[in-house]
């Protein structure tokens, strides 16, 4: 079986215990800042958060595209080319 990096990036608002244990349950490394009010901060790599970044500017990209937004393909199949398509725009942008 192959080596798989389970990584989840969110911001805060996703620190609390119930989803911390969920991620610990599927084997994800979290990578989620503690919120200001925990009383012992947990440690996350800072430099994987900073992809997190890269992730956003992707999507606010991808929403310039209406069809995307909009979710106006019905079949997966063609959302999915779609995506693809927008996805090739944007890396060739």
């Known amino acids: 079986m192959p080596w ?5 990036l ?12 969920l991620l610990k349950e599927q084997s994800a490394t979290s990578v989620i800042p503690s919120k200001k009010n925990r009383r012992k901060p947990r ?3 800072k430099e994987i958060y ?3 970044h890269l992730i956003e500017c992707f999507f606010n990209k991808v929403k310039n595209y209406h ?3 909009t979710r106006y393909d019905k079949l997966a199949c063609t959302f999915r ?3 693809t398509l927008a996805s090739i725009m944007v890396w060739l942008a």
């Open 4 to 8: 798989i990096l389970k990584q989840v």
């Open 10 to 21: 969110a911001d805060r608002a996703y620190d609390t215990n119930q989803i911390l244990h």
């Open 43 to 45: 440690k996350w790599d």
């Open 50 to 52: 900073k992809e997190r």
């Open 67 to 69: 069809r995307l937004a």
């Open 81 to 83: 080319a779609f995506l």
